[in-house]
């Protein structure tokens, strides 16, 4: 994303009046999707473009087809930069709180880690709900993390080449 | 562009040119044949359009034929084994993708490890391995294929002095058991007197010579051969 994201919300936000998203899962999918489709592909596209064409011309000549050439041997590689886009684009969406609040803001759709700015009001502030809600809204990540680690650790591609 | 292989045959280049995007001509009009069983191979200085030549039988940039319908193995100078996957698994790629029964894979693959030197390695990870044993595994997943040619771009470059020596003779006996059609491109002088049954000394992307490697080295057809290396063959 080039351009702030609170730039496009009010356009966003009569779009999606429009078509009755509003306070929706769809809704919800929608926008985070569209707003982190470019910095994905971006990323994902220079991952690609960095394994070795001869991998590609062996696996040609090998009879591979471009189906399994894509399953068997470009996933696989690409595994360890796949893990790390989707474990930022989780990072990103998990702690947004813009649209959760604009679009969202309905009891039943409102993400967690929104809901825990309803326990601090204006006058009053109620910490002990806070920060239980805030170690609550934290344990997905830390376990998708932890889940995920070990592609950042492991270069897959060493190896291939002298 | 004319150009096709026969199974089990030579290789006939009748006129091949190839000219990149930028105006670049890499081949200028080469027809060479190569003969069924014959080892030949493609020497010449850096940049005189050898390897372009050999990607073109393979098939990178010709539409006629299909890579994959080719019957044709290569093995690149940085031999391109699959990362992720066992020498095992290296080895089996090319057969399950042209969908061979799995005990006749498993068959295959440890005959060749056998003949290779690499039965012991067969469930290792290509980075587990030394330089020699990667340009083995490289040779292997050509020949597990038993196709009708093999193309070899510089496979022996990233070997040390020693294990080059060795290797040379290892594919010169290989090519005496298995009589298999091979194009083999280097810029190494000794490497295609040693190996080549005939010798096609290329330059500037058209060839310049092409015989026996004796009369070669006594009777250039054009002395481009030894000026552009700058040594004596």
Same mark, same amino acid.
Request: hydrophobic content about 45%; overall charge positive; glycine content about 8%.
């Given at each position: ?32 999707? #569209? =707003? ?7 990323? !994902? $596209?220079?991952?690609?473009?960095? %394994?070795?064409?001869? /991998? @590609? ?23 360890? #930069? =796949? ?7 989780? !990072? $990103?969406?998990?702690?947004?709180? %813009?649209?959760?609040? /604009? @679009? ?29 809600g805030l170690l609550i809204a934290a344990l997905p990540m830390l376990l998708a993390y932890l889940g995920l ?14 | ?233």
């Amino acid at each position: 994303m080039s351009i702030s994201p609170l730039i496009v919300m009010i356009p966003l936000f009569a779009q999606l009046s429009e078509v009755d998203l509003i306070n929706t899962y769809l809704g919800g999918i929608v926008l985070y999707v #569209g =707003l982190r489709l470019a910095f994905t592909v971006y990323v !994902l $596209e220079g991952i690609f473009r960095e %394994l070795p064409d001869e /991998l @590609f011309d062996t696996a040609r000549l090998d009879g591979a087809k471009e189906l399994r050439i894509f399953l068997r041997i470009l996933l696989p590689l690409a595994l360890p #930069g =796949l893990a790390a886009v989707s474990i930022l684009n989780l !990072l $990103e969406v998990w702690n947004d709180l %813009l649209v959760g609040l /604009l @679009f969202l803001s309905s009891p039943d759709t409102i993400p967690i880690t929104a809901n825990v700015v309803a326990f601090q009001g204006k006058f009053s502030a109620d910490p002990q709900r806070v920060f239980a809600g805030l170690l609550i809204a934290a344990l997905p990540m830390l376990l998708a993390y932890l889940g995920l680690r070990r592609y950042f650790i492991r270069g897959m591609i060493s190896g291939a080449f002298k | 562009m004319d150009e096709h292989v026969d199974s089990g045959s030579g290789i006939e280049l009748d006129q091949i040119s190839k000219v990149f995007a930028n105006g670049t001509r890499a081949v200028d009009r080469v027809s060479l044949e190569v003969q069924a069983g014959e080892f030949m191979v493609l020497v010449g200085p850096s940049g005189c359009g050898k390897s372009t030549l050999l990607r073109l039988i393979a098939g990178r940039d010709v539409t006629y034929v299909e890579p994959a319908n080719r019957d044709i193995a290569m093995v690149f100078q940085n031999y391109a084994l699959y990362p992720h996957m066992s020498i095992r698994q290296n080895l089996a790629f090319g057969l399950k993708a042209r969908r061979m029964p799995a005990a006749d894979i498993a068959r295959r693959v440890e005959e060749t490890g056998g003949v290779l030197g690499l039965s012991d390695l067969l469930d290792r990870k290509p980075g587990q391995l030394s330089g020699g044993q990667r340009q083995r595994v490289a040779m292997g997943r050509a020949m597990v294929r038993e196709p009708a040619v093999y193309l070899m771009d510089e496979p022996l470059s990233n070997l040390d002095a020693k294990l080059r020596v060795t290797m040379r003779a290892e594919l010169t006996r290989l090519h005496e058991r298995l009589g298999v059609t091979t194009v083999y491109v280097t810029h190494d002088q000794v490497e295609a007197m040693t190996l080549g049954q005939r010798v096609a000394v290329l330059r500037d992307g058209s060839p310049q010579q092409c015989d026996t490697p004796r009369r070669c080295s006594t009777g250039p057809a054009t002395c481009s051969w030894r000026l552009s290396s700058g040594r004596r063959a």
